[in-house]
């Protein structure tokens, strides 16, 4: 099937949906603030209080063992303050976003997507450390994002989804391709679909449309590069959608390892068992920040 | 993850900082490729804590220098892991790995042999102990005879340094320890429950293996262990140095057929001891591969 075919069918399916989920204010805003170079802490902290659901968020999130604060934080400012300004932008952006998917389980329960989210989203801010690429914060926020495609398969064409699910179980199998051949789309595709209705900027829109294909990549490949490697980590190492589809996969043989290692030839020699192994014990952390964001969800 | 029941254990005296648990963890992974899991923390406490008593050694930092120091140290590392390792054998111990072989390896390898006109699976289980690796590979493997595996042969080889453990093996006779991680219907397919502390392998999976003495050092011997499909090393490495690893490693490659793969146990890593294999993810795991 031809990319262009891909994406028609992907426009299609998109298009077809009568009430698709638009990005909350707040989150344009932050993504607009993302590339503001004089922006100011207490700009931030007036956008996040306009929006008490948020900044109640955002103080339960800074106060999850992923951020381990000494003392209990009650204010958004000195959640602010505590953080420093560049996760300021990161959290409000992630805690805006939240709202996109409220409610919208699927064939998958929308909590393993956002663990699984989040996991790729800091798996990929640890790879942008080590890798040395510059702006490891736009790493963990693509991270975040890289999927919002398969919120749309798993919600919309649930059945049809389910149905997916049910044949490759407990067969070796990437979900991209088992989506191409059962809906003649994927995720990736309908993830571009919405991010350009959404307006996100071009490499965010890279990143999801060509996350499983990063030697494709134009603008950014090693950003893309990292993130479909940290979805493999995340993948094999609890963080993969409750266990939905198997896979497997040789680090040698993925594009996106030669790109990175290419580009930071000093990681040719990278303990990938141990990244793994210390992959394994971030998960229940991983797991405490999503459950803590849903907290806010349940209580409003 | 793995859970862990040790009933004999007394409550630690001694708490562990985190600086001390990463510097001690650290320190084992370097010298013997296993990761401590953070979740294992505690067991890594009352583990080292015996340990402590045993040397008379007051604190965790006093205990790191003991280990490192190069007279005292190498015997106390054999006892620090024998300490962390034993009775860590059990039927189906490692899921992971065994959910790479059914999913993807085996029939992969099937696939493989069967265009070469091959109908024959040969899989070592290398320091097999009391034998529970061995045989949970021979239930999973009877269980497809009539399917994936008709008409095939298996051969499935054990070998360890212990004559004791050996024996053990060959008897086929386990207590509850050994079981607990036994599928209730593996449990009644393939064993006789003579007491709740009582069970007997099925004849049938003793059958599919043969036990016998092997020094993973000797050289010679380690030359005719020829043309495996499969073969598994686990908690047996970690107490080798990284010379004597290389060494074994390259053995276990060259004892392997081309499309062959190579398994550790859970939380070992071969990074740094051999840089032929090919490393393969699976969900919890890795595989080694030709």
Redesign the interface.
Known sequence: MSDSVLMNNARAMVDAISELPTIPHVATKVIELLDKPDVELDEVADMILTDQVLAARVIRMVNSPFYKPAHEIKSVKRALIYLGFRHIRELAFTCSFIDVFQGKDGAFDIRTFWEHSFGVGIVAKIIAQRFRYPDTEKAYLVGIVHDIGEVLLSYYRRTEFEQLLASIK???YRMVEAEREFFGTSHSEIGHCIAQKWNFPADYCEVIALHHAPEEAIIDPILVSIVNLAD??C????L?YG?QS????????ERSWSILKNYAPHLADF????F??EL??RVPEIQDLVQSIFQGVIAE | MEQTFFPELKTPTVKISDKDFETLRDYIYNLCGIYFHASKKYFLESRICRRMEATKVKSHAEYYQYIRNSITGSGELRHLLDEITTNETCFFRNGPQLAALENKILPDIVETKSKMGFRKLRIWSAGSSSGEEAYTLAMILLEKRNTLLKDWIIEIVGTDINETVIAQAKEGIYGSYSVRNTPDYYRRKYFKTESSERFILAPEVKKLVNFSLLNLYDDNKMLFMKSFDLIFCANVLIYFDVASKSKVVQHFYNNLQPYGYFFVGQSESLHGVNDKFKTIHFPGGFAYHK
């Open positions: 407990g067969k070796s493999l980590f993948s094999v190492r609890q993969d266990s198997w896979i497997t996969f040789n680090l040698a043989d303990d990938v068992e141990r793994c192994y394994d014990d």
